[in-house]
């Protein structure tokens, strides 16, 4: 039976950065690799929750509320707009058949 080890990451730090990264994963008793992982996946979590999150003021949430249950008239460059997607669109599925 084979062990998926996972990818590996390289880089190149200096002395500085590695004994600065040393001395944190010593005093929460991981190894130097386990630490760098543990702290990159911490941060790309939080980058990916801050990036999918959208906040709303209280009154910019009524808003759209408002624009969705009544949304505004249609103008002639949404109708161009939309008319220019869905001949796009027709084309794409017509060349894909």
Known sequence: M?????KRI???V???VQGKLQAAAD????TLNQ???QAALEKAEKVIESESTISL???ESLRLLEMIENPPPRNAKF???QARYEKVKNDAS???Q
């Open 27 to 30: 005093l929460v008793g991981a």
């Open 79 to 81: 109708l161009q707009a």
């Open 57 to 59: 003021t209280r009154r």
């Open 35 to 37: 630490f760098v992982v």
């Open 14 to 16: 200096t002395a500085h």
């Open 94 to 96: 017509s060349t894909s």
């Open 10 to 12: 390289t880089t190149r």
């Open 2 to 6: 084979t062990v998926d080890t996972g």
